[in-house]
């Protein structure tokens, strides 16, 4: 036994009954260092988590880099567009673009308006969305497979392609021309004569109304023999919602309806031996367990709904009923000839952009770890 | 009540019943299905369904306003679609453009997905944060945000180096990646130039992929979420290489989302307004009986779409691998 091997082997003392004593001589610090840091395995896994860290925050870069040169311009003034030595950081910063655009463009206006749009048919998509893809999830029904091939037909179907006809289809909106049959002429009242309901509905852009030859203001009734005229109203979105077929919709029922498959049939058989209806326990069973896949499917359907401008173009045609895509323009206050001009108007439509996805940024922040979580713990499968 | 149960098994008239009960919960179970449905296939019946047979009888006929509200309409048979691909000299030209950006965009935005799901899925610091940053572009950047972003000359102009406008076009700065130094690189590894091109428009055009793949990047991560750790954990004690353990696993369990998604990014790319075919359908329905022939036009375009998803089914059904078959 060599002196080296003696040290490195541990004493042991016996120091009472109970008791035991161990000395022993640690390896170095130095060594212990080495063994630990200095081996092929933690030098990959260094240099594994540097490439990530760089390529994620690389790719975080590209995505915020645009809001960031928004956000940036917006605070500029004027000058600063015409200085070559100002890039990303404002010289003369001020907030007047804002000032203008919350003073001038009716912002607030268009914000409570489309706040209810998008709100209403986020909501009734989310409802209505859920029980579709629960229809066809967990009930085997003649058919299923061809409706739900006529789900992915309305995905496909650009809707550039219905531009023309969903807006005669809701100009003159008639089921099957039953409201023509049954004839009449409409109500015609102007403003003042019409009912407190009507009033009511006209603040919320929900009475359909038409501008007569005269120019003057006609409500239309529900025997009017026309058809209604739902433009300038919410009620083609809400129509549209109701019935699964609003924007982006089948990709909701698809997602919701891989979510449905993916919860045991126990659950609602045991429902079911309780006595509890085929709806009752959708409502009561099923929905509470898809709450995160329910947020989820709102975010998306609440912000693709708020910076849609298809729909809202093509239904809103007058410029009475002000939506929060419509604010992008130049404010009076900021018009100016100069050499810098298109930057500036850039910047300021920028503002714009800004301050319509504020609230979504806001909604984001809130909602935002249901949207991966809620899809994670889903167990979603594509077969 | 034995009794009874004999007599009903002895008289063929009376085991029927019996049998019918067990078809009508069946057929209530059905039934209620068809319920659930029921706003759809209302909405399909008496909304969508006359809106596409409308479109489709305008876009073979032309339409004549009535003074003073209405109109009329003529049929013109297929003179809309022969306008649409003979007469108009972009039409086709651009439809050619759009499905060349297709093929370069979908493996693209595919491979990127799912590269990005992988990353994503790994525990690692701060990966919350790089979630909800990747996710930003999928609630921030449609609708009128994209038609902002088209003509936002500003983001070029900060990035740039040079003064305002040097009248070049584009900057040397702008372009994330110089072909020529990826194609010096390409070169001593042998592989076709055509390659190069791609990995350098790729990497180019990495803003338009990443805002693009939102929503492919959260079916891929859930898709990453449900395959079994357990398979992992006895791949690892088998001895397999993160490689081998993608590619024998990862790969085959992941491969009905690439379906889904390549689905998925066909028509999203098809159906966004940033697509050249639907923005030069959309100038065409704003001229002068442009409405008819940019029906036409869509319809066509609809049908090509159709043929392409069909064509991605049935190739892609051929390699997807599904671990369980139910139903």
Known sequence: ?????????????????????????????????????????????????????VFLIGISYVVLFPFITKIAGSFMSSQDFVDVTVRLIPKNFTLDIYRAIFTELGYWNAFINTMFLAGSTALIQVFICCMIGYGF???KFKGRGIIFILVMVTMIVPHQTLQLSMFMNFR????????????????????????????????????????????????????????LNLTNTYWPMLLLSLTGLGFKN??????????????????????????????????????????????????????WQWTDEFYTGLFFTS????????????PESLKIEYAGTQLYYTAIRNACGITIIMPLVVLYAFLQNFIVEGIEHSGLTAD | MTNEVKMKDLTGANSSPKKRKIASLDRRKARSGWLFVLPFLIGFAIIYLPMIWDSITLSFNKIHIIQGGGYWLEFVGFENYSKALFVDPNFVQTLVTGLQNLAFDIPAILIFSLFMAVLLNQKM????????????????????????????????????????????????????VSAVDVEFLFQNMKVGTELTQYVVQMVNNIYNI??????????????????????????????????????????????????????????????????VVMSYI????????GQVVSSAMSWMYFLIIAVIVGLIVAICSAFVFYSRKND
């Open chain 1, 1 to 53: 036994m060599n002196a080296s091997e003696e040290m490195k082997a541990p004493r042991v003392k016996r120091e009472s009954k109970n008791r035991i004593r161990v000395d022993f001589d640690r390896t170095p610090l130095k060594e212990r260092l080495k063994a630990k840091f200095l081996n092929l395995n933690f030098i990959l896994k260094i240099v594994i988590f540097i490439f990530r860290l």
């Open chain 1, 137 to 139: 999830a967990k009930f």
């Open chain 1, 172 to 227: 003159y909106f008639d089921l099957f021309g039953i409201l023509r049959l049954l004839g009449g002429d409409g109500i015609k009242v102007g403003v003042d004569e019409a009912g407190e309901a009507v009033k009511i509905l006209t603040g919320l852009n929900l009475a359909p109304h038409h501008i007569s030859d005269s120019g003057a203001l006609v409500y239309d009734g529900l025997w009017s023999n026309t058809g």
């Open chain 1, 250 to 303: 089948g990709l909701y029922i698809f997602l919701l309806r891989q979510f449905y498959r993916s919860i045991p049939d126990e659950l609602e058989e045991s429902a079911y031996l309780d006595g509890s209806g085929t709806f009752h326990t959708f409502l009561t069973v099923i929905l509470p367990l898809s709450i995160p896949m329910m947020i989820t499917v709102f975010l998306f359907s609440f912000s």
């Open chain 1, 319 to 330: 410029s009475k009923t002000k939506l929060i895509t419509d604010i992008v323009s130049i």
């Open chain 2, 125 to 176: 610091a701060g990966r919350a944060l790089f979630r909800a940053i990747f996710f930003i572009p999928v609630i921030l950047s449609t609708g009128i945000m994209e038609t902002i972003e088209a003509s936002d000359i500003l983001g070029t102009y900060m990035e740039g180096t040079s003064g305002i406008d040097d009248g070049s076009g584009s900057s040397a700065a702008a372009e994330i």
């Open chain 2, 210 to 275: 990443v805002n693009r793949s939102g929503v492919q990047m959260l079916i891929f991560l859930s898709g990453l979420q449900s395959i079994s750790p357990a398979i992992y954990e006895s791949c690892r004690i088998d001895g397999a290489t993160a490689w081998e353990t993608f590619w024998k696993i990862t790969f085959p369990m992941i491969s009905p989302m690439i379906l889904v998604n390549a689905v998925y990014t066909v028509i999203d790319s098809f159906t966004t307004n940033s697509n």
């Open chain 2, 282 to 289: 959309k100038t065409v329905y704003s001229e002068t009986d």
